[in-house]
């Protein structure tokens, strides 16, 4: 069978020969732009935008616009973009990821793509996974922009929605992926367009494009408003999870569920005094044992959260910071705050949310970058339609990756890479040692401090200064300990007389659930040709050998001495079996954000048929008379033909009347009588004449056009937004339902976007009965005011 893998490389050595063809045409105008003055280079910009207007497409003057991106960019930044950081923006401009190792510039070649998709004054966004680096990458790549012409706008989420509506406007936006989501569901709440702030998603470049679209993808992002509080279950689950031991619950540590076993049901019964726990009117208090029972005994603290300030606060696992105003849903963060013992925040409610997949797949055109993205080849070709290219290094990679050195148990392992430590810092050699867990860098900063080796420590709880820890991380005898790579996007320049000693050492303390983490950590070192070394620690109590270690690799260690337990064992097989652990873990990660996916992709349907028509509404500049009415229409004639099914002796005028009275025109308008006799067709019409009668005095009392217009407009949008609302909140508890029907025989997803779609159909009839009850019903004041 052909090697996938060699396929790929293949396939991208093609790729990158095409390219390099168009690289050689923007290449040939390089000493023609060099011989221009500032003022010429800088008239080229009017110049492209006038070609675009006439119909000339992006491909047609990207050699031009590259040129002249580079020449500028070399008299005022000073850097001169490679031939392969051309090749890597061309992978850019072409709704494509490109893959550049660590210190290969992407910063600087993004700047190609950006400029020249820029002339079409539709918008750029460049999304980075951190504010620092926005901030960072606006300033400084925002002088080249502006000395070419272009505005250049930064999104930060302490802006008032003025100052989003300008960063917005500008021809190029820097923005974090979060800001970016939050904006466009916040503007798909606002009752008056001028309240919006985000213009139509034309093009999008993400930086660290693997973290954005991959490791986040698994939580979707949440709009909350308040719901009711109920902090007393959430502190008596946990006190009663607190009172179990070892065998009243069972925990399925690759699928992180945690449940009761026949012991813990028992006592869970005896201490809320039930006959059954679990009876169909415990469910409530089920969902709350099964948080604290999560929150408990699989939730850790400093690795999946910390609390600081009697705040609880998110760990991101893949890149070791702080989730600031992230909340862990479903109640599992009370759950944490009662484990903890700090205030218990008030429950919410989802108001609106969407997934990273479904957001950034509404730009017309989505590129990204990133040292690490092929092993998820496959998921960006499904999901997103992005092929990744590998582009190839400036200068060959001159770095030394050893095999992983596998010890029997963490106490071995971690006197191990103390030893190392102490050894290269003895000769002066910088080192960056990865953890996984904050627990593991403050263990490890402990024994470092024990042996009197100077150090910094980069984790969750300090990530503000990340930036500035890891740049010095390259420095003569530096040590730096980070939580799984925090820091991405800064460089680790070497300082003097660090490659005479063999350049920056990478050490990891252990293999991550994905091999990009661990590429991520490695590729840290050797940047540019620069010499460097890198290692992988690991013990049979690691997490990932605890879930997935082969037996064959434990029985290894068949001897009780303590000296061969002391002793690493460096082979083939060991890496295989790690191998093959992290991909059986990358599959599950990606089969869980493809299960996301397809659900929300029912919500997205739904999603875009709300947001169009709220902007319908919103956008209007006429009078909304033809949407209401129709509105009515519908809803008179589902309620009358609801009621006149069979024998006409048996319809329901009762019905019909009590309907016009309470939705339609008051007792005076209408008697019982006036229904008898008539067929469905006439009780229509008599209805809809009355409401035609209801809304001609409705614009005499109002008179001014205007005023008519904003009364529809807020008593349609309220509606919507009420009865959408609950219906986010219904489909999240019908989600969470729907796994039980897998047991019998039927398929859950299936089943979701059946009664999905049924639950839409009855939340549009419910919105139009009360847009209906609302408008014909509401009293008109005299000088009626917006």
Same mark, same amino acid.
């Given at each position: 069978m052909a090697n996938p893998i060699k396929k790929l490389v293949e396939s991208d050595k093609r790729e990158v020969k095409r390219m390099g063809k168009i690289a050689d045409r923007v290449e040939s105008h390089a000493d023609e732009y060099a011989?221009?003055?500032?003022?010429?280079? =800088?008239?080229?910009?009017?110049?492209?935008?006038?070609?675009?207007?006439?119909? %000339?497409?992006?491909?047609? #003057?990207?050699?031009?616009?590259?040129?002249?991106?580079? /020449?500028?960019?070399?008299?005022?930044?000073?850097? +001169?973009?490679? !031939?392969?950081?051309?090749?890597?923006?061309?992978?850019?401009?072409?709704?494509?990821?490109?893959?550049m190792k660590t210190g290969e510039g992407k910063t600087l070649t993004a700047t190609l793509p950006v400029y020249l998709n820029?002339?079409?004054?539709?918008?750029?966004?460049?999304?980075?996974?951190?504010?620092?680096?926005?901030? !960072?990458?606006?300033? $400084?790549?925002?002088?080249?922009?502006?000395? &070419?012409?272009?505005?250049?706008?930064?999104?930060?989420?302490?802006?008032?929605? /003025?100052?989003k509506r300008e960063a917005y406007n500008c021809d190029i936006t820097y923005s974090t992926n979060s800001e970016l989501g939050f904006d466009y569901l916040r503007d798909?709440?606002?009752?008056?367009?001028?309240?919006?702030?985000?213009?139509?998603?034309?093009?999008?470049?993400?930086?660290?494009?693997?973290?954005?679209?991959?490791? /986040?993808?698994?939580?979707?992002?949440?709009?909350?408003?308040?719901? %009711?509080?109920?902090?007393?279950?959430? *502190?008596?689950?946990?006190?009663?999870?607190?009172? *179990?031991?070892?065998?009243?619950?069972?925990?399925?540590?690759?699928?992180?569920t945690i449940g009761l076993t026949e012991s813990g049901i028992k006592k869970g019964e005896k201490n809320f005094a039930l006959k059954n726990l679990y009876d169909i009117d415990n469910t409530l208090l089920n969902h709350h044992i099964d948080q604290a029972l999560r929150a408990n005994y699989i939730m850790e603290l400093d690795k999946d959260y910390v609390v600081s300030d009697k705040k609880v606060m998110i760990v991101d696992s893949f890149t070791g910071r702080v989730m600031e105003g992230r909340r862990f849903s479903d109640g599992l963060h009370q759950a944490i705050e009662a484990k903890e013992g700090v205030p218990i925040q008030? %429950?919410?409610?989802?108001?609106?949310?969407?997934?990273?997949?479904?957001?950034?797949?509404? +730009?017309?055109?989505?590129?990204?970058?990133?040292?690490?993205?092929?092993?998820?080849? $496959? /998921?960006?070709?499904? #999901? +997103?339609?992005?092929?990744?290219?590998?582009?190839?290094?400036?200068?060959?990679?001159?770095? #030394?990756?050893?095999?992983?050195?596998?010890?029997?148990? &963490?106490?071995?392992?971690?006197?191990?890479?103390?030893?190392?430590?102490?050894?290269?810092?003895?000769?002066?050699?910088?080192?960056?040692?990865?953890?996984?867990a904050v627990e593991t860098s403050e263990y490890l900063s402990?024994?470092?401090?024990?042996?009197?080796?100077?150090?910094?420590? *980069?984790?969750?709880?300090?990530?503000?200064?990340?930036?500035?820890?890891?740049?010095?991380?390259?420095?003569?005898?530096?040590?730096?300990?980070?939580?799984?790579?925090?820091?991405?996007?800064?460089?680790?320049?070497?300082?003097?007389?660090?490659?005479?000693?063999?350049? *920056?050492?990478?050490?990891?303390?252990?293999?991550? %659930?994905?091999?990009?983490?661990?590429?991520?950590?490695?590729?840290?070192?050797?940047?540019?040709?620069d010499p460097g070394e890198t290692i992988f620690y690991m013990s049979l109590e690691d997490d990932l050998m605890k879930r997935f270690g082969s037996e064959r690799v434990q029985r290894i260690w068949q001897h009780n001495d303590e000296e061969v337990k002391s002793a690493p064992?460096?082979?083939?097989?060991?890496?295989?079996?790690?191998?093959?652990?992290?991909?059986?873990?990358?599959?599950?990660?990606?089969?869980?954000?493809?299960?996301?996916?397809?659900?929300?992709?029912?919500?997205? $349907?739904?999603?875009?048929?709300?947001?169009? =028509?709220?902007?319908?509404?919103?956008?209007?500049?006429?009078?909304?008379?033809?949407?209401l009415m129709n509105m009515i229409k519908r809803t008179i004639k589902s309620q009358v033909e609801s009621r006149t099914n069979g024998d006409i002796k048996e319809w329901d005028l009762d019905g019909i009347y009590d309907f016009a009275i309470t939705a339609l025109v008051s007792p005076k308008q209408i008697q019982r009588s006036d229904l008898s006799g008539k067929s469905r067709e006439e009780l229509i019409q008599l209805l809809e004449n009355f409401v035609e009668e209801n809304y001609n005095t409705k614009q005499q009392q109002l008179q001014d056009d205007q005023q008519m217009l904003e009364f529809q407009k807020v008593v349609i949008l309220r509606v919507v937004d009420e009865h959408w609302t609950d219906h986010i909140d219904e489909m999240d508890q019908l989600r969470q339902s729907i796994g039980l029907r897998g047991y019998g025989q039927l398929n859950p997803l299936v089943e979701y976007q059946e009664e999905g779609f049924r639950m839409f159909e009855q939340m549009i009839a419910d919105i139009e +009965?009360?847009?209906?009850?609302?408008?014909?019903?509401?009293?008109? !004041?005299?000088?009626?005011?917006r």
């Amino acid at each position: 069978m052909a090697n996938p893998i060699k396929k790929l490389v293949e396939s991208d050595k093609r790729e990158v020969k095409r390219m390099g063809k168009i690289a050689d045409r923007v290449e040939s105008h390089a000493d023609e732009y060099a011989a221009l003055s500032d003022e010429q280079l =800088q008239a080229k910009t009017p110049e492209l935008k006038k070609r675009v207007q006439n119909g %000339e497409t992006l491909d047609d #003057i990207l050699p031009e616009a590259f040129a002249v991106a580079r /020449e500028a960019s070399k008299r005022v930044l000073g850097l +001169y973009p490679f !031939r392969v950081q051309i090749i890597g923006g061309i992978t850019l401009h072409e709704g494509n990821i490109a893959e550049m190792k660590t210190g290969e510039g992407k910063t600087l070649t993004a700047t190609l793509p950006v400029y020249l998709n820029a002339l079409t004054e539709k918008g750029v966004h460049v999304v980075t996974v951190n504010e620092y680096l926005s901030q !960072r990458d606006a300033e $400084e790549m925002g002088q080249l922009y502006n000395w &070419l012409g272009l505005s250049v706008g930064l999104n930060l989420n302490s802006k008032s929605s /003025e100052e989003k509506r300008e960063a917005y406007n500008c021809d190029i936006t820097y923005s974090t992926n979060s800001e970016l989501g939050f904006d466009y569901l916040r503007d798909n709440m606002v009752v008056y367009k001028d309240q919006m702030v985000q213009r139509p998603l034309n093009y999008a470049i993400v930086d660290e494009v693997d973290s954005i679209l991959i490791d /986040e993808a698994r939580t979707p992002l949440i709009i909350s408003g308040q719901a %009711e509080q109920s902090t007393a279950l959430y *502190l008596q689950a946990d006190r009663f999870a607190k009172t *179990l031991n070892k065998d009243d619950y069972k925990i399925d540590w690759p699928t992180k569920t945690i449940g009761l076993t026949e012991s813990g049901i028992k006592k869970g019964e005896k201490n809320f005094a039930l006959k059954n726990l679990y009876d169909i009117d415990n469910t409530l208090l089920n969902h709350h044992i099964d948080q604290a029972l999560r929150a408990n005994y699989i939730m850790e603290l400093d690795k999946d959260y910390v609390v600081s300030d009697k705040k609880v606060m998110i760990v991101d696992s893949f890149t070791g910071r702080v989730m600031e105003g992230r909340r862990f849903s479903d109640g599992l963060h009370q759950a944490i705050e009662a484990k903890e013992g700090v205030p218990i925040q008030d %429950e919410t409610k989802t108001m609106a949310n969407i997934t990273y997949q479904n957001f950034f797949r509404m +730009y017309n055109k989505l590129s990204g970058m990133t040292g690490t993205a092929k092993t998820e080849a $496959e /998921e960006f070709r499904e #999901i +997103y339609n992005m092929e990744v290219i590998s582009i190839p290094t400036n200068k060959p990679i001159a770095r #030394i990756d050893n095999s992983d050195a596998l010890y029997f148990d &963490l106490n071995a392992k971690f006197n191990a890479v103390i030893a190392d430590i102490k050894e290269r810092h003895a000769k002066g050699q910088p080192i960056l040692v990865g953890t996984v867990a904050v627990e593991t860098s403050e263990y490890l900063s402990k024994q470092l401090t024990k042996a009197n080796i100077p150090h910094a420590v *980069l984790n969750a709880k300090n990530h503000a200064k990340e930036a500035e820890i890891i740049s010095h991380a390259g420095q003569k005898g530096a040590v730096t300990i980070a939580t799984n790579m925090a820091g991405r996007g800064t460089d680790i320049k070497l300082g003097p007389g660090v490659r005479e000693v063999g350049g *920056l050492c990478v050490i990891g303390t252990e293999r991550h %659930e994905s091999r990009r983490i661990d590429n991520q950590l490695r590729g840290r070192s050797g940047r540019q040709g620069d010499p460097g070394e890198t290692i992988f620690y690991m013990s049979l109590e690691d997490d990932l050998m605890k879930r997935f270690g082969s037996e064959r690799v434990q029985r290894i260690w068949q001897h009780n001495d303590e000296e061969v337990k002391s002793a690493p064992i460096q082979s083939k097989l060991l890496s295989r079996q790690v191998e093959s652990a992290q991909k059986r873990v990358e599959g599950n990660n990606y089969d869980t954000r493809k299960n996301t996916l397809q659900y929300d992709d029912v919500m997205r $349907e739904q999603r875009e048929v709300i947001y169009n =028509q709220r902007m319908q509404v919103i956008t209007a500049n006429d009078n909304l008379k033809p949407v209401l009415m129709n509105m009515i229409k519908r809803t008179i004639k589902s309620q009358v033909e609801s009621r006149t099914n069979g024998d006409i002796k048996e319809w329901d005028l009762d019905g019909i009347y009590d309907f016009a009275i309470t939705a339609l025109v008051s007792p005076k308008q209408i008697q019982r009588s006036d229904l008898s006799g008539k067929s469905r067709e006439e009780l229509i019409q008599l209805l809809e004449n009355f409401v035609e009668e209801n809304y001609n005095t409705k614009q005499q009392q109002l008179q001014d056009d205007q005023q008519m217009l904003e009364f529809q407009k807020v008593v349609i949008l309220r509606v919507v937004d009420e009865h959408w609302t609950d219906h986010i909140d219904e489909m999240d508890q019908l989600r969470q339902s729907i796994g039980l029907r897998g047991y019998g025989q039927l398929n859950p997803l299936v089943e979701y976007q059946e009664e999905g779609f049924r639950m839409f159909e009855q939340m549009i009839a419910d919105i139009e +009965y009360d847009v209906t009850k609302l408008f014909m019903k509401a009293e008109i !004041r005299e000088n009626a005011q917006r």
